[in-house]
């Protein structure tokens, strides 16, 4: 419920500070007195964009606080979907600063207009001339009707289900799809995947295959330059080793004279061991040589289909071919397992139709149960607002296709006189009909749900007699279980709040200021006598007020 509204600097209003009450909260003035600034001004708070021009001193900011009690409203998720701090006493700020911009604030949280305007439909509930025309929307007459079905949870269910069921259905399309570009390239890479399978990369060592190329590509000269060196080595008397023999014992025999020469005997000791090594060495390569044109061709044919597929794939190291050759074989295991993973989504596909079909089949059965119960409510509530011929058909038939609450399409036939025929209620109903309409659908679904407070903005407009004080028997009995303001110019109506404000204005210092009080018991009398019988008042409009609070 709403607790109190604070407002600064806004249109003709310089401060302003009201507490309010649980129940019905009458609010009077006369035309013009500024009760439609008080709207405008909650209306900040909930949500609706702000304008420099209805700051009253432009070079101060304009700040309108609402505070409101939600401890009973089960808020909190809807707090956390909105990334707002929630309180059970919450408050919300609006500024509009002299630059023209504006900011607002949950709880001292920054908040955007977006996060007010969803919060703002659970706070409160200002029924003016266009929320009577939600009337005639589909999604609006689905609500009261789900509200009394109590299908909420059920709703809940079917939005889960139904999200689930569209986003498997954009995935099997895209699967399909891809299955279909799929098939185009399966061929193709199933060519390049054997090509590459079939030369066993991971065995190949390019290093060691392109040593070999060379060796047996070039074995003459191998053998002719390994002999020259043999010959070179081991000539006897000239070989480079008998030489090395000479020296190692010429430094010998004066290796006992000193350490250097001694050093030099062992260094010479040591080339020849080495030069001994090479020579055997020598031995086995030459002995190691073989002309086999065969395993050259063989090797020289490999090489060259290595190369082709590096110049293909445009690589240039085996590690990249391996590569390549994982990700075309993950593309065609993709391709042929593609019908598998067809398949099961379409088996999902199936089962959550099923359970869609269950939910909205329910959900469509609650709804017909309580179309009568409704129907007899509504009817019997306009017959004691002047409506007395008013009728109804809710007609719901079932669709083809899954709808955001169900698989029903409904349609609200209206009849307001006898012997006139049923009709959409756009087209049959007036706008005073469809005011007390709202009226009758608000007080049923108070009766079923916890309605957020609500203030009525003169929807007694064209009425007067009986059927305003049956309107104001509704309104109160409404505030028993929910906050109800209501803004009326009826005297009737007016008696029957628990607390009453007068909006009016004042001329100070040649400004008009508005202003809201909270009447007692005897300035209630008076302001109830004034609407009787107008500023003059007379013994009789004071006699008809006592009676009327009475």
Do not use: W
Not at 121 to 127: Q, T
Request: charged share 25%.
């Amino acid at each position: 419920m709403l607790t109190s509204l604070y407002i600064k600097n806004y249109a003709l209003i310089d401060e302003l500070n009201v507490q309010f009450n649980n129940g019905l909260t009458i609010i009077t003035g006369e035309t013009g007195a500024g009760k439609s600034i008080l709207l405008g001004g909650l209306s900040l708070v909930l949500g609706k964009r702000a304008d420099l021009s209805q700051v009253k001193n432009k070079d101060e900011k304009c700040i309108i606080e609402a505070s409101f009690d939600i401890a009973n409203y089960n808020l909190k998720n809807r707090f956390s979907e909105l990334d707002l701090d929630y309180d059970v006493q919450t408050i919300i700020r609006r500024e509009i600063l002299p630059s023209g911009k504006s900011r607002a604030f949950v709880n001292d949280t920054p908040a955007t207009l977006d996060s007010l305007s969803l919060l703002s439909s659970s706070l409160i509930d200002i029924h003016s001339q266009h929320q009577t025309q939600q009337l005639i929307e589909n999604d609006y007459q689905f609500r009261v009707i789900d509200a009394l079905a109590d299908n909420e949870k059920m709703l809940d269910d079917y939005h889960v289900q139904l999200l689930e069921y569209k986003a498997l259905q954009k995935s099997l399309k895209a699967l399909i799809d891809h299955k279909a570009e799929m098939i185009k390239e399966h061929d193709y890479n199933l060519f390049l995947l054997d090509e590459l399978s079939n030369i066993k990369l991971e065995s190949i060592r390019l290093d060691d295959l392109e040593a070999q190329y060379e060796q047996l590509n070039n074995v003459e000269i191998i053998g002719e330059k390994l002999a020259n060196v043999k010959a070179i080595l081991s000539t006897e008397d000239q070989g480079v080793i008998d030489q090395l023999n000479v020296l190692k014992q010429e430094l010998n025999k004066i290796s006992g004279f000193g350490k250097a020469y001694e050093d030099l005997a062992q260094r010479i000791s040591s080339v020849h061991i080495e030069l001994d090594d090479i020579l055997l060495e020598l031995d086995d390569l030459e002995e190691g040589l073989s002309n086999d044109p065969q395993e050259l061709e063989r090797i020289n044919a490999q090489l060259q289909n290595i190369n082709t597929l590096f110049h293909k794939h445009s690589v240039s190291n085996i590690e990249s071919l391996i590569a390549i050759k994982n990700e075309l074989a993950s593309k065609v295991s993709s391709t042929e397992n593609l019908d598998d993973t067809i398949q099961k989504k379409e088996e999902d596909l199936l089962r959550l139709k099923d359970c869609l079909n269950n939910l909205a089949l329910t959900i469509s059965k609650k709804r017909k149960a309580v179309v009568p119960t409704l129907t007899q409510k509504l009817e019997g509530m306009l017959s004691e607002l002047g409506m007395p011929n008013a009728k109804f058909k809710f007609q719901l038939t079932e669709s083809d296709s899954f709808l955001s609450n169900g698989k029903d399409n409904l349609q609200l036939l209206f009849m307001a006189n006898k012997g006139s025929n049923y009709n959409e209620l756009k087209k049959s109903a007036s706008g005073g009909e469809l005011s007390r309409i709202m009226l009758a659908i608000k007080a049923i679904l108070s009766e079923y749900i916890q309605l957020p407070s609500i203030m009525f903005d003169e929807i007694d407009t064209g009425v007067s007699g009986e059927i305003s004080n049956r309107m104001g028997d509704i309104m109160k009995q409404m505030s028993g279980k929910m906050q109800v303001f209501t803004i009326t110019h009826l005297p009737q109506i007016a008696a029957k709040g628990n607390s009453h404000f007068k909006v009016f204005k004042t001329d100070k210092n040649n400004s008009t200021h508005t202003d809201l009080k909270r009447l007692d018991e005897e300035e209630r009398i008076v302001e109830i006598a004034q609407m009787l019988g107008g500023v003059n008042i007379t013994e009789s409009a004071m006699a008809h007020a006592k009676q009327l609070l009475n």
